[in-house]
Antibody, heavy 127, light 109 residues
Framework: QLQLQESGPGLVKPSETLSLTCTVSGGSISSSSYYWGWIRQPPGKGLEWIGSIYYSGSTYYNPSLKSRVTISVDTSKNQFSLKLSSVTAADTAVYYC???????????????????WGQGTTVTVSS | SYVLTQPPSVSVAPGQTARITCGGNNIGSKSVHWYQQKPGQAPVLVVYDDSDRPSGIPERFSGSNSGNTATLTISRVEAGDEADYYCQVWDSSSDHRRVFGGGTKLTVL
């Protein structure tokens, strides 16, 4: 059974860089059938997509965060990571990683949603 | 950018049918996915590709999508269905952006 687990500091200072890692167990991150995404949820608010990465390193980012976000993948460790720079209090949230089901062939891309999620990790931005 | 609009709250009595809508410009041309999130828990996919259910999701959960509105329908609502529900689409016209609706709180009276 596939499991995702987020890890990283729970407290980050303003203006610094938030760094989180998602470890995938029970399956391979290198499958061609999945993207791997980061989603966050500020306290009492809704879900916000941050970005997604394919095992090849291909990435898509939320335009509203794109200038501050870097998502990378380490297939040897079966992990993918999130870096969010220049954080402020507005970046305080629960951060989730998730598996996204896709079908990708030359000239065709279809998306089937986020079918497996990590439990989430709370990150607070405060001095 | 593509916007999905959900009602903030829906209330229903046990045993009745709950319908949660998700509005978007020509959303019927997109594939819509629905997530259930209970307090303190991660979201769970309950409907994908408009109307398909992942394994383990009860048949009481169903979805439809046409025109400018997608709908999640929960039949024979139970107390355990009380949760926040989010719709989501993949916006192929905007650099593969994933978009979530604002969420709907389902209250079981």
């Amino acid at each position: 059974q596939l499991q995702l687990q987020e890890s990283g500091p729970g407290l980050v200072k303003p203006s610094e860089t938030l760094s989180l890692t998602c470890t995938v167990s029970g399956g391979s991150i290198s499958s061609s059938s999945y993207y791997w995404g980061w989603i966050r949820q500020p306290p009492g608010k809704g879900l916000e997509w941050i970005g997604s990465i394919y095992y090849s390193g291909s990435t898509y980012y939320n335009p509203s965060l794109k200038s501050r976000v870097t998502i990378s993948v380490d297939t040897s460790k079966n992990q993918f990571s999130l870096k969010l720079s220049s954080v402020t209090a507005a970046d305080t949230a629960v951060y989730y990683c998730a598996r996204e089901v896709v079908v990708i062939t030359p000239g065709y891309y279809y998306y089937y949603g986020m079918d497996v999620w990590g439990q989430g990790t709370t990150v607070t931005v405060s001095s | 950018s593509y916007v999905l609009t959900q009602p903030p709250s829906v209330s229903v009595a046990p045993g009745q049918t709950a319908r949660i809508t998700c509005g978007g410009n020509n959303i019927g041309s997109k594939s819509v996915h629905w997530y259930q999130q209970k307090p303190g828990q991660a979201p769970v996919l309950v409907v994908y590709d408009d109307s398909d259910r992942p394994s383990g999701i009860p048949e009481r959960f169903s979805g439809s999508n046409s025109g400018n509105t997608a709908t999640l329908t929960i039949s024979r609502v139970e107390a355990g269905d009380e949760a926040d529900y989010y719709c989501q689409v993949w916006d192929s016209s905007s650099d593969h952006r994933r978009v979530f609706g604002g969420g709907t709180k389902l209250t079981v009276l």
